[in-house]
């Protein structure tokens, strides 16, 4: 169970009758940065919605290459955990905790009830099924369109937003990694940009200055 306290940060998403169910059915969970919430083949068996923190959510392919689709932040969830949840299939992503979180825990088998219960948990979870296939489309349209200098812009600039911060703490194997792409690129390219000002390289550490 938990806390009134913790509901009611959600309370522009729901109505009170809803709150007070998630309130008795739910678990909030506190996640450390780094640390992955669900795997690729896991059986999905909450749904998740953040408090507070932020999530990035990468997809694998058969080689075990990764590429990033989108973060989920405060008061949404994952479109690709609500397929899973749909569909009673296993996790078909990676989600990694991209800083400290909060979420608040939803057993699966509430969801067809409360779709049909309350008006605020449709609209919740379709805007989300929107939300997150809009930026996946972007990242599909970035893959295809964009040129690496220019995804990596993007992806600076997202993370910076995510984090809340002009100084980022990543390594440009993650950053490889995240873009599908390889350390020497990614090292050179970020080079590139601190000579011509628009970042400034440190130890594990990209400050923002565009």
């Known amino acids: 169970m938990i806390t009134a306290d913790s509901t009611k940060i959600l309370k522009f998403l729901f109505e009170e009758e809803l709150l007070s169910e998630i309130q008795k059915v739910s678990q909030l969970q506190k996640v450390p940065k780094g640390e992955i919430m669900i795997d690729v083949g896991e ?37 690709m955990t609500l ?25 699966v088998s509430f ?33 295809t369109f964009l040129k690496l200098d220019e995804r990596l812009r993007n992806y600076l600039k997202e993370k910076s937003k995510v984090a809340d911060d002009s100084t980022l703490e990543v390594t440009h ?4 990694t995240d873009l599908n792409s390889s350390r020497v690129v990614i090292s050179r390219l970020l080079k590139q940009m601190e000579n011509e000002g628009e970042v400034s390289l440190g130890r594990n550490t990209i400050k923002i200055k565009y």
């Open 173 to 176: 194997l993650d950053i490889a």
């Open 43 to 79: 059986q999905v068996k909450f749904i998740p919605i953040l408090l507070e923190g932020a999530i990035k959510i990468v997809r694998e392919d058969e080689s075990g290459e990764e590429v990033l689709l989108y973060y989920v932040e405060f008061g949404n969830t994952c479109a």
């Open 111 to 143: 969801m067809d009830k409360w779709l049909v219960n309350y008006r605020s948990w449709r609209n919740f979870i379709f805007q989300n099924y929107q939300d997150r296939l809009n930026e996946m489309l972007k990242a599909i349209d970035s893959l």
């Open 83 to 107: 397929n899973c949840c749909l569909e009673n299939s296993t996790s078909e992503i990676r989600a990694i905790c991209e800083k400290d979180t909060s979420i608040i825990m939803v057993p």
